[in-house]
């Protein structure tokens, strides 16, 4: 079985660019997950997605951060203008359900590493 | 609001010897706890988890145990090999959210 493919898996921006992470799920896996993760800290939710509608966005910088998940399979998280902060590794992960027992087992990407100077 | 707290970044066990990573949290809410490993440019992967209603679970050479009145998980790993050197977090799930630790790196010694 396939996993969470990302790409790409590194890039490099000069400070008010923009960038696009894109994520291609585990197929049949309904919720989506955008995680940031910075350097000597736990991954950060971002974004969470079921099927193509949004769960929860509560952390994501809507100023400078969007994410869409078209036909409820791909996703692509984009950065426009990035700041320096946002260096870090940028990672989808995928579960099956959404409710219910093991809800929390998340199945993770590689990851994007940003490096914005 | 730190939810979730790894006190120890790093920690090192001699391989054949019993690992103890620690995690404490705040959110009684929280109904379901993980552990998950990360190895070096890969994404972390799940590892062992336990419901709020059970106090250990074990597989294999990993034990996680909960302690809900100290609000305190942790993961024991018996015997350590040295494929076991990665970096772990502890993670909270409640409210529908995965909640991570900042994580604790393990070192096995040979």
């Known amino acids: 079985e396939a996993g969470v493919a990302q790409s790409p898996r590194y890039k490099i921006i000069e400070k008010r660019q923009s960038v696009a992470f894109w994520c291609n799920p585990i197929?049949?896996?309904?919720?989506l997950y955008w995680y940031q993760q910075i350097l000597g800290q736990g991954p950060k939710l971002l974004i969470q997605?079921?099927?193509?509608?949004?769960?929860?966005d509560s952390q994501l910088p809507k100023d400078r951060f969007s994410a869409e998940r078209l036909k409820g399979v791909d996703s692509t998280l984009k950065i426009q203008p990035a700041k320096l902060e946002d260096s870090a590794v940028y990672l989808c992960?995928?579960?099956?359900?959404?409710?219910?027992?093991?809800?929390?087992?998340?199945?993770f990407g590689e990851g994007s590493r940003l490096t914005v100077l | 609001d730190q939810q979730v707290k790894q006190n120890s970044p790093s920690l090192s066990v001699q391989e054949g010897r019993i690992s103890i990573l620690n995690c404490d949290y705040t959110?009684?809410?929280?109904?379901?706890f993980l552990w998950y490993k990360k190895y070096p440019a890969e994404g972390p992967t799940f590892l062992i988890s336990?419901?709020?209603?059970?106090d250990k679970n074990e597989d294999g050479r990993f034990t996680v145990f909960l302690n809900k009145s100290a609000k305190h998980l942790s993961l024991h790993i018996v015997p350590s090999q040295p494929g076991d050197s990665a970096v772990y977090f502890c993670?909270?799930?409640?409210?529908?959210?995965?909640?991570f630790g900042q994580g604790t790196r393990l070192t096995i010694n040979p």
């Open positions: 197929s049949g896996h309904a919720t």
């Open positions: 959110n009684s809410m929280f109904d379901y």
């Open positions: 997605f079921q099927n193509n509608g949004v769960v929860d």
């Open positions: 992960a995928s579960s099956l359900r959404h409710r219910g027992p093991n809800t929390g087992e998340l199945f």
């Open positions: 336990i419901s709020s209603i059970k």
């Open positions: 993670a909270f799930q409640g409210a529908q959210k995965l909640v």
